[in-house]
């Protein structure tokens, strides 16, 4: 890869538009030169979720503000960009249509490639943007809304499912439980806030598929106690036992995630585990699985907490780091069909 190329990125597979710009120079090191994001949370809270519809016509006005924003921040101009990256899935169709409209049709005026990228392989290589990037392999914990798996990376482009739920995702169990405590959306982070005053032994909550010797998930069966236990308190519980509740089911997810993360690394016998994805910036998995880790000799590595939700930057160093191993070559598969189910084993 010459040197110098500059990427970007465009993410726009849910309820957040992000665009960056990421600059590659031989071998080195991607480097992040700017980026800009925009929460949809304010608008969906009426409706206690994400509405598609809503979602991608809010896209459609924010993206190319943001990335003006971007190449303002970077003092550049479009004609400063080798290559456009964007999230071809999985994702919202409407929502992903619009970022693979926007990077195909600029790549086309500007005569530059288009690259579409897996959105779980960004979240996944978004840590090689800290301060402090892992080295391959590793085992992967991708935590997010959506999906709960676990995955051992050789490299960029070569990665072995090693478990993932069977039904809910961890960040679901977040939100949906959060809900039922009548919580505000998105309920995941608001649960975390009220767990940090509560028991987290409070209430016997299960912890679906812990002993089952494999590392697969489960969070349905969580769901449907905290929905038992909600009965059980009734319309008007205190505050304390909101907290105590919050605390359990917060406790209940942490320990499944970090036991099945022991599992896949002990199965593997690697000694380091990246996390990425949403729930990646819960402080109390974080706490655990640092601990944990610790007594093993495994290092950790999380991006920073402004890349654990979804970003353009992650989407630009996917693509560069793809380009800069010639994994797939710019101009090819870059067609404007977005791909909502999509697994990360294809990609």
């Known amino acids: 890869m010459s040197s110098g190329q500059r990427i970007l990125g465009f993410e726009s597979s849910c309820d957040e538009t992000g665009v960056a710009l990421v600059e590659v120079t031989g071998d080195a090191p991607p480097r992040l030169l700017a980026q800009a994001l925009h929460s949809q949370i304010s608008m969906h809270q009426a409706y206690g979720g994400v509405v598609p519809e809503l979602a991608s016509r ?39 249509l619009v970022g693979a409209g926007v990077a195909v049709s600029l790549a086309a005026a500007l005569d530059v490639p288009a690259l579409p990228i897996h959105h779980l392989e960004g979240h996944l290589l978004s840590p090689f943007l800290s301060i402090d990037p892992p080295e391959f392999p590793f085992v992967a914990l991708l935590v997010s809304g959506g999906h709960t ?19 809910d995702a961890a960040g679901e169990a977040f939100d949906k439980s959060a ?11 608001h649960l975390a ?21 494999r590392p697969d998930f489960s969070f349905a069966g ?3 106690a905290v929905l ?11 505050e304390q036992t909101k907290a105590d509740l919050a605390a359990s089911t917060q406790a209940a997810i942490v320990e499944v995630l970090v036991k ?13 585990l990246v996390v990425a994805g949403g729930v990646g910036a819960n402080a109390r ?7 944990a880790c610790e007594k093993r000799s495994v290092r950790v590595h999380y991006p920073q907490l402004s890349l654990c939700t979804d970003n353009g930057a992650m989407i630009a160093m996917a693509a560069a780091l793809r380009v800069q191993r010639g994994l797939t070559p710019p101009g090819e598969g870059g067609g404007f069909a977005v791909r909502p189910r999509w697994e990360l084993g294809a990609a």
């Open 58 to 96: 809010d896209h459609v006005r924010r993206v190319l503000p943001l990335a003006r924003e971007v190449l303002s921040q970077a003092r550049l101009s479009l004609r400063d960009v080798d290559l456009i990256a964007y999230t071809q899935g999985p994702g919202l169709a409407g929502a992903l």
């Open 149 to 167: 798996q676990l995955m051992r990376v050789d490299d960029v482009g070569s990665y072995e499912m090693l478990g993932e739920t069977i039904d």
């Open 179 to 189: 809900k039922l405590l009548g919580l505000p959306y998105p309920g995941g982070p």
């Open 193 to 213: 806030r009220m767990a940090e005053f509560g028991n987290p032994e409070a209430f016997a909550l299960p912890r679906p598929l812990l002993h089952s010797g």
């Open 222 to 224: 969580l769901k449907t």
């Open 228 to 238: 038992t236990q909600v009965k059980k308190i009734g319309d008007s519980p205190c």
């Open 260 to 272: 099945k993360s022991l599992l896949a690394l002990k199965a593997t016998g690697l000694k380091r």
């Open 285 to 291: 998995l974080r706490e655990q699985l640092n601990a």
